[in-house]
Structure formats: structure tokens, C-alpha cells
């Protein structure tokens, strides 16, 4: 079954530029959390970054969105806001805009993912996608 989403913009400025981040594991948590304060990395020298989270060593290599796109952070409705759709469809539902990025830093377990694989082939869809 399909499930309507609703997506809303808040007006004003621009939504926050966030770091993102594809780490090459499972975090069992949702929400915010201080990123900054247990993932720190440092550049190593063939332009991979080199980082350590939870104890375990991470190569990772920062992946710029093709052009012409950008990346939201949406975040889920809230209990009683208006559903979308039929009155009563538990399948609609409203996300809000909460942030945007321009890049992803796609992290490999102990080594840097290789270039032109995983998610850095994945992002080259966008320029073969207008031709």
C-alpha cells in the first residue's frame, strides 16, 4: 500500500547545513546526538579522512552530491497534527525540512571505501540522469 508524505518547509531562512555521515554500522539510537564529541577525523595523506568510533578505527572519504542537488534532514510528524489524505488514513503522514547537506562522508570499516564504489558509484547517477 502507498503512504502519502506530506513534506513542509519552514519559512524564512535557509535549512541548517548539517554534516552527513554513512557510517559502516548500526546505531540503535533517533535523534540528536553530539556527533562532534565521538566521531573527530583527521585527514590522511591521500585525501581520506581517518577517524575512531566506539573504539573502532574508520577510514572514511567525503563525497560531494552531484550538482544541481541537495540533501534534507526531514524530520516526522508530530502525534496529533492533521493527517494528509482521508480523514482517519493512519498510512498519511507530514515530514518537516530540519536541515540540509551538500556532501556525505561515507565511512569504511578500517579502511577508506574505494573510490568509484558503493555510494560514490551511487552518486554519479545524478549527471547521467539530466544527459
Request: hydrophobic share 40%; charged share 15%.
Amino acid at each position: 500500500a502507498a503512504m502519502a508524505v506530506r513534506v513542509r518547509v519552514p519559512p524564512g531562512a535557509a535549512p541548517e547545513p548539517l554534516p552527513a555521515q554513512l557510517l559502516p554500522c548500526r546505531v540503535q539510537h533517533d535523534g540528536p546526538a553530539p556527533v562532534a564529541a565521538f566521531l573527530q577525523p583527521r585527514p590522511g595523506p591521500g585525501g581520506e579522512l581517518w577517524a575512531s568510533f566506539r573504539g573502532r578505527r574508520l577510514g572514511g572519504r567525503e563525497l560531494p552530491l552531484p550538482p544541481g542537488y541537495t540533501g534534507v534532514v526531514l524530520r516526522g510528524g508530530e502525534p496529533g497534527e492533521p493527517p494528509l489524505g482521508q480523514p482517519g488514513d493512519p498510512q498519511a503522514r507530514w515530514v518537516t525540512v530540519t536541515g540540509s547537506f551538500g556532501a556525505i562522508t561515507d565511512w569504511g570499516a578500517d579502511a577508506a571505501p574505494l573510490p568509484g564504489r558503493g555510494l560514490a558509484r551511487a552518486l554519479q547517477w545524478g549527471p547521467l540522469a539530466q544527459a
